[in-house]
Every structure is written in structure tokens, then in C-alpha cells.
């Protein structure tokens, strides 16, 4: 007999345009059989140009503009703008703002959660699931709408507070939908947990051990699911965290069902904060005066998005226009996971390997890959302007 043919290997290709994905990313899959063997990931399809466009728009202006950089975490976006701005120009918030911003927070993050939930659920075929979760989504995001007014954009936030208040209709209509969605919740956490089909595609599958995460910087609940104890929630609270905290919640195992774990646990630790701050509102203002001339400097201002840490640096120079904003998103951290955790796994497994991690394309692409010849050089925008844009369309 000869000797037995091993089997060929392929890279199959996903992306930039595929059904499978809801935002363009490019993807490339070395498989040997059905087994994953290397992949690799190119993103920068999406680039909007936000971070140099709000050099040429005042600082109220730029408030819209960042709550734009995701729709479905716009709120925390303009909350960790805004707390940047107002370090720079010392003003404090008032309690009652800093508690009802805290409040948008924590609805907007069930929100993003139970958006999660059903995505991933649909990348592994449960349908079910996903339509039962975006139905019951539909709570918070009707929630959303009768405190500010609007489903996606919140625009809850103003430099110096907020600009919606929470009455007492407001507040009832809050701890009635907490107590539907907590009954939801307990029903999703039975399916992740129990349901043997459901295990079959979550259990083990990709994997990522505490000293990988740490290594890739996983942030928000991928991190968590390998036991990195970090929330910037608890670590530096901001907005009322310090005077209503949240528990930080964590796993071991590491897999695709810990992060569903991670995720579901976050959901009812997002209904008990918020059932204190509607029983427990601090009275008073909802904003404080804010100069139009921000005076010079720097600033770092941190927040805990549904995905992980959301990081905005904020120069100032002195005038009603900032001269730098950089934003970098949870999900730029947390690529790296992607591709660590796919090698030895079936092909079939990649798409929910992916939606894990919950990504977001359109609010982390900061490069561009270009190619020359044999040559591949990441070159990030800032290095293309240096040289030119136009020698390289």
C-alpha cells in the first residue's frame, strides 16, 4: 500500500462583501481538511475620517459627532467625550446628571447584550433564540425612546450633564421593564447552559486561557471570560460607579459559552444598578455652565463600553475646536483573540469564534494595508498623509 495522501490545504477567503458578515472585514482561512490551520484578518474598509474631522467643529459639535462613531453604544461614546472635555475645563458634573447618565449606560449596555446575544445565536444557526432576544430587546430600546426620545442616538448627554430628567412615569416604566427582562434573562442563561446543541457549538470552542488574554489585551466580557478581573466600572469609577457599583464578573473556562455566561451575568448586574438609581436618585441640577473656550491642554478619559474599555484622548490648544481626539475602541483590542483562538478549530466554527468577541467594524478601523508588489506594509493614515494620500490611490 502507498503511503496514506495527506490532506491538501486550502485558504479559503471571507469577506470583504459576504453574507455572513454584517460590516465588511476581509478574512483568510488556511485549512487542512476541515481543521483551521492560520488565518488572518484585514480590516480599514470603513475608514470615515471622524477622528480629523472634529479638528474643524467646536466642541459642542463634536459631542453629535462621536455619539455617531457606533449606534449601538452612542451613549458611552458621548459620555467619555464629554467627561474629557469637562476635566479639561474643571467643571463638575451634578450628582443627579452623573447618576442618569450612569442610568442610559446601563440600559444601553442590555441593550447592546441582548443585540449580542441574538447575532451570535444566529452565526451558529439558532434562530430561535436570536428572534426571541431581539423581541425582547425591543423593551430597552422602547425604554430609551420615552426617557430621550430617540431608539438609537440617544443624544442624552450635553458638555456638563445631561439634558433629559427622570420623572416618576419614567421611573415606573423603568422597574417594569427590569422585571420582564430579568424573567427573559433567566430563560437565555437555562439555553447557553443546558441546551445540549447549544454546547455542542460553544463549549470548548475557542478557547483563550488567562495568560492569552492578557498577552492580546482582550478587554470588556471577552477578557472577562478568561478571568481578567478588570472593569473600568469598578477600577476608575466614573459618572455615580462610585456611589452605585456594579460587582465584576468573570469566568474561567475561557470558551464561546463563557462569554455567553459572562455577557448573560452582566445583564442582571445591569438590572439590579439600575433598579438603585431609580430608587435612590440624587436631587439637584442636571448641568452646569461650561466655558466655549476650552483651555489648553491634554486629557485621557476612560469608560466602560458593552464591549470593554473605550479610551478617548482630548488635546486642547486653547480655542473652541480641539486640535486632537483619538478614540480607540474595545474591538480594535480584541481582534487579536480572533486569531489566536481559530487555529485547530473547523472552519464551521469561525463565524460565531467571531461574532464572540461582539466586533465592530465601523468604530475601530484606523489603517489601511497597502501593497506593493511582494510587499505588504500597514500603513496607518497618518503615515499616508505624511507621504501623500494621492501616491497611493
Known sequence: MGAEKKPEKFVVSIGPQHPALKEPGHFEF?????????AT?????????????????????????MERVCGICSAVHAMAYAQGVEKLAKVEVPPRARAIRQLIAELERIHSHLLWLGVAAHEGGFDTLFMLSWR??????????AITGNRVNYSANVLGGVKIDIDEVK??????????????????MKVVTEDETFLGR?????????????RLGSVGP???????????????????????????VTDTAGDLEARFVVRIKELYESYRVIRELVDHMPAGELTTRIPRRIQEGEVVSRVEAPRGELFYFLKSNGTDMPERIKVRTPSLCNWGSILATAVGHRLADMPMILAGIDPCFSCN??????????????WTWEDLRRYGIEYYK
Open 30 to 38: 488556511a485549512v487542512e481538511g476541515e481543521i483551521v490551520t492560520s
Open 41 to 65: 484578518a484585514r480590516l480599514g474598509f470603513v475608514h470615515r475620517g471622524m477622528e480629523k474631522g472634529t479638528e474643524s467643529r467646536t466642541w459642542v459639535q463634536n459631542l453629535y459627532l
Open 136 to 145: 425582547d430587546r425591543e423593551t430597552v430600546m422602547d425604554l430609551l425612546e
Open 171 to 188: 421611573s415606573a416604566a423603568i422597574l417594569k421593564g427590569m422585571d420582564f427582562l430579568e424573567e427573559r434573562t433567566r430563560h437565555y
Open 202 to 214: 460553544t463549549r470548548k470552542i475557542g478557547t483563550m486561557t488567562l495568560e492569552q488574554a492578557l
Open 222 to 248: 471577552t477578557g472577562r471570560a478568561s478571568g481578567v478581573p478588570y472593569d473600568v466600572r469598578v477600577d476608575a469609577p466614573y459618572a455615580a460607579y462610585q456611589d452605585f457599583p456594579v460587582n465584576i
Open 365 to 378: 478601523d484606523r489603517m489601511i494595508l497597502v501593497k506593493r508588489g511582494n510587499d505588504q506594509t500597514v
